[in-house]
């Protein structure tokens, strides 16, 4: 079996960084057998601003479409992204507001957080582990938090410092293992 683990990056900010370390975590994740894996760019969707849920809506923006399938599809999801001004990005709570409340419903949820700075967006980290778990998802108690990205890759998106090899094998073993136990546990619901 294969499991649908998408990367999103959690947002549309023109030139972020977060950009390297979302193909860093999308290409560690293609070397693994049991996984199907994309990269879901937020920035490529379009979505409007949010006014109205997804089901009020009389015309549905192709992207929303797109999207909307894209997360029920997964067996587990991945999200990268920057901490802003000690939060998550805007673009990532509007995204989420369009979708079903229990969207994230028994899948794990493995969250990276990227920082310029040395705490690696540990309180980006806590407040989106909220929203997933408002939408049903289980948040990994592991992290993958990358502190001064810039430092971390190159202008080229290459890693610099392999020390987050180690560490993203044991983010993504922890990240199967639930996929594994929660897509079993999932197909005796139904």
């Known amino acids: 079996m294969k499991y649908k683990m998408p990367v999103l990056l959690g947002t549309t900010r023109l030139g972020c960084k977060s950009e390297h370390v979302a193909n860093y975590v999308l290409n560690k994740l293609k070397r693994i057998e049991t996984v199907n894996t994309e990269l879901l760019d ?6 409007p601003i949010f006014e109205e849920r997804m089901s009020a809506l ?7 479409i ?6 029920i599809e997964a067996d587990a999801l991945i ?7 000690n939060s998550y990005p805007g673009a990532l709570k509007n995204a989420f507001d369009f979708l079903d409340a229990g969207i994230f419903k028994h899948k794990p949820i493995a969250i990276c957080t990227v920082s310029s700075g040395g705490f690696g ?11 997933c778990l408002a939408m049903g998802g289980l948040p990994l108690p592991g992290k993958f938090p990358v502190s001064k990205v810039k430092e971390v890759f190159d202008d080229k998106g290459q890693l610099t ?3 987050y090899d180690e560490k993203i094998q044991l983010f993504l073993k922890e990240l199967l293992w639930y996929t594994e136990a929660l897509t079993v546990q ?4 139904d």
């Open 42 to 47: 937020l920035a490529s969707f379009n979505l």
């Open 161 to 163: 410092d392999f020390t």
């Open 58 to 64: 009389e015309t549905i923006p192709d992207g929303l």
């Open 66 to 71: 797109t999207f909307n399938k894209k997360i």
């Open 186 to 189: 999932r197909g005796k619901l």
């Open 121 to 131: 967006g540990l309180n980006c980290l806590a407040q989106l582990r909220l929203v």
């Open 79 to 85: 999200i990268v992204v920057p901490e802003y001004k």
